[in-house]
Antibody, heavy 120, light 107 residues
Framework: QLQLQESGPGLVKPSETLSLTCSVS??????????WGWIRQPPGKGLEWIASMYFSGTTHYNPSLKSRLTISVDTSKNQVSLNVRFVTAADTAVYYC????????????WGQGNLVTVSS | DIQMTQSPSSLSASVGDRVTITCRASQYIGNFLSWYQEKPGKAPKALIY???TLQSGVPSRFSGSGSGTDFTLTISSLQPEDFANYFC?????????FGQGTRLEIK
């Protein structure tokens, strides 16, 4: 059974870089046709798609965040990572990683989420 | 970006009730609409994709309908485990966007 587990700091200071990792077990991140994505949910607000990536290198970013984002995949570790630069309080959210078959497409598996607070 | 407007934002109902949640897209999205269930501290769970296709393992009391811009999620007979948050998602075009969510509470 596929499992996704997000990890990262619970607290990040404004203007710093937020780094998150999603560890995938029960399946390969190199599986043909699957994209690995990040979605976030600020407190009391709706979900926002951030970025998605295919293991071979194809990336898709939300234009509203693109200038501050880098998504990457480490096939040797079966992990997908996200960096968000120059964070502000508006980046405070629960961050989820998820898998989709193709892009854009619905997410068939999600992690439990990682709460990140941006505060000094 | 395609805006997804979900209603109601919250809903109180009783076990055994039939409930309907709606999602409206700001432009045509065909049937590229999915529904998810979210519970605190748990991974969101896909319920419906392609507007009306039930994800494997999801109980048949859940159903989805609609196409174009207007969509509904119906739970035919609420069970205790169904009290959760629900949200819709469009995948017709990037950026992928979500509805604001519906909180389904026990009356």
């Amino acid at each position: 059974q596929l499992q996704l587990q997000e990890s990262g700091p619970g607290l990040v200071k404004p203007s710093e870089t937020l780094s998150l990792t999603c560890s995938v077990s029960g399946g390969s991140i190199s599986s043909s046709g699957y994209f690995w994505g990040w979605i976030r949910q600020p407190p009391g607000k709706g979900l926002e798609w951030i970025a998605s990536m295919y293991f071979s290198g194809t990336t898709h970013y939300n234009p509203s965040l693109k200038s501050r984002l880098t998504i990457s995949v480490d096939t040797s570790k079966n992990q997908v990572s996200l960096n968000v630069r120059f964070v502000t309080a508006a980046d405070t959210a629960v961050y989820y990683c998820a898998r989709s078959r193709g892009f854009p497409n619905w997410f068939d598996s999600w992690g439990q989420g990682n709460l990140v607070t941006v505060s000094s | 970006d395609i805006q997804m407007t979900q209603s109601p934002s919250s809903l109180s109902a009783s076990v055994g009730d039939r409930v309907t949640i709606t999602c409206r897209a700001s432009q045509y999205i065909g049937n590229f609409l999915s529904w998810y269930q979210e519970k605190p501290g748990k991974a969101p769970k896909a319920l419906i994709y392609a507007a009306s296709t039930l994800q494997s393992g999801v109980p048949s009391r859940f159903s989805g309908s609609g196409s174009g811009t207007d969509f509904t999620l119906t739970i035919s007979s609420l069970q205790p485990e169904d009290f959760a948050n629900y949200f819709c998602q469009q995948t017709y075009s990037a950026p992928i966007t979500f509805g604001q969510g519906t909180r389904l509470e026990i009356k």
